[in-house]
């Protein structure tokens, strides 16, 4: 286990983010303390991806700032990784190849120590796409955590999986976080998910942070349990902004 | 069971060569009875009696060689120009800004068309051969490589950046092998325009090659060194398709679409 000061500290300031005429973001004030895994969630177009490609340095706000580690962030940030929605893996190179991706050769081991912790280092040898969809998510989160990022940012990479996969992923990168100490930043639409996973939900609405609430359940989190469904419920009604006494139409049904 | 399959394999290895070799069983048959007159078709036997001669002459081998130069030299210099400007152009707004609209214009122009000046410019020497085909080459590979750059995956390149991965190695391990399948296309499609011009070329202006063989045959009413020199035709078109497939299920065995080809 890492120390508890692996992760990285991350403060958003005010951050503003226009395209043309559009405001996508008006002023994001966050704070991210090191080793804690915060989940962020909106309806689609609310500006949450906008927000994780600033944190990453591959856009630059239109105002405001982002500090990690109380140093201003310019350009892409090393420590930094991003799990993507899609795997993104380099058809053209070998699993092992892409997990080992920007590292140098003599870090070969640490590629394949993550392999192994996704519990692919079997298809070390395999081309992408004889990988199922869940497989390559998994080889996309060895790549991540391979070169030991300090913050890991994850764009909804659980979004395009089944059910079982996904909760099976949900475990592995609770397990994997836990084991490394780093910061975690979960972007998904899927309230449950953010409840199971993380310290914190956090609600991004018009641009603006609308809701932040901690997670005080222990962990591993079980699902079926009354409260926990309840929170799932409360959260879910706040994002659909109904009034808290009416009935939960679009409630899902807890698993 | 094991021997049925292994025939199999060799009747479905056999049957693409049926048609050929029942056309030119019929075609022996028709001429050497006289109904095709030998002046307009000769007599397959005739044709590999003249390419028997022509080998133990040592003649045919010397106007191969001259050919397959010019073709390779061509090749390589217009397909070097036409890579380096299509990778520029691709990567490069500001080159493509500059240069696209000028190489756009000269594309136009078919290169064949050039032929009365080459002639002018080179004479019949060799440089106007191997221009003519590298004028030819050039452009289907520029315009491939530029396409096949133009059309990386936005999603793999955002990653590598993310990942790492900095302008050389960028290029190196994601941009270049996205547009390969791209170029390779335009190399094949490239080795077919090759051969035409050369043809074209050898045979309007030329004092050796395959085309000029053929040329010099016409003059003494020898058809089947005509002949000959068509079928070494097809013969150097479809090895150089077969080394391009060949160079595809090389370099793209990472793709699905190539695996069985």
Request: aromatic fraction near 8%; proline fraction near 5%; glycine fraction near 8%.
């Amino acid at each position: 286990m890492e120390s508890p000061t692996f992760g990285t500290h991350l403060q958003i300031n005010g951050v503003e983010k226009h395209f043309g005429n559009q405001q996508v973001l008006r002023g994001i004030d966050l704070e991210v303390q090191p080793g804690e895994f915060v989940a962020i969630i909106g309806r689609s177009g609310c500006g949450k991806s906008t927000l994780l490609r600033l944190i990453a340095g591959l856009d630059e706000p239109t105002a405001g700032e982002i500090k990690a580690n109380s140093e201003l962030m310019k350009g892409l940030n090393p420590e930094v990784r991003i799990m993507f929605q899609d795997a993104r893996l380099l058809p053209w190179k070998r699993v092992i190849q892409n997990v080992a991706i920007g590292m140098k050769k003599e870090d070969l081991p640490k590629a394949e120590l993550a392999l192994k912790q996704v519990g692919l280092i079997d298809r070390a040898k395999e081309w992408p796409h004889v990988l199922s969809g869940g497989q390559k998510q998994r080889v996309a989160l060895a790549r991540a955590l391979a070169s030991k990022p300090r913050l890991l940012l994850l764009d909804e990479p659980l979004g395009a999986l089944d059910a079982l996969t996904r909760i099976e992923m949900q475990r592995l990168i609770e397990r994997l976080w836990k084991e490394q100490g780093f910061t975690a930043l979960l972007i998904t639409h899927d309230v449950e998910e953010a409840v199971a996973m993380a310290d914190r939900v956090v609600l991004i609405e018009d641009g603006k942070i609308a809701m932040d609430t901690p997670i005080k359940f222990p962990r591993p989190r079980q699902r079926g349990n009354a409260a926990f469904a309840a929170l799932v419920e409360k959260i879910l009604r706040r994002v659909m902004g109904e009034e808290e006494n009416t009935p939960a139409v679009y409630a899902r049904q807890s698993t | 069971m094991k021997k049925s399959l292994f025939s199999d394999q060799v009747k479905k290895q056999l049957i693409p060569w049926l048609l050929p070799i029942l056309i030119l069983i019929i075609w022996q048959l028709l001429s050497s009875k006289g109904i095709l007159s030998t002046k307009i078709l000769p007599v397959p036997s005739d044709v590999v009696m003249a390419g028997v001669e022509l080998i133990r002459s040592g003649e045919l081998f010397q106007h191969l060689l001259i050919s397959f130069k010019r073709a390779i030299i061509g090749f390589l210099i217009g397909g070097s120009i036409g890579l380096f400007l299509g990778l520029i152009n691709g990567l490069f707004p500001i080159a493509d800004r500059i240069f696209d609209t000028t190489i756009q214009m000269v594309r136009n122009i078919p290169h064949l068309a050039m032929i009365p000046l080459v002639i002018l410019w080179f004479g019949i020497g060799e440089e106007a051969k191997v221009f003519l085909v590298a004028a030819g080459v050039l452009f289907p590979i520029y315009v491939n490589t530029l396409h096949g750059i133009r059309s990386v995956d936005q999603g793999l390149i955002e990653m590598g950046r993310v990942y790492g991965l900095r302008s050389w190695l960028l290029f190196w391990q994601v941009v270049l092998p996205g547009a390969l399948p791209s170029i390779l296309v335009g190399v094949r499609y490239a080795l077919g325009i090759m051969w035409l011009t050369l043809i074209v070329a050898e045979t309007i202006s030329a004092d050796s090659g395959i085309g000029y063989m053929a040329m010099n045959a016409r003059e003494f009413m020898q058809t089947d060194v005509v002949l000959l020199s068509i079928l070494l035709y097809a013969l150097f078109g479809k090895i150089a398709d077969s080394m391009a497939k060949w160079l595809e299920r090389k370099c793209l065995n990472w793709n699905p679409n190539y695996q069985n080809l």
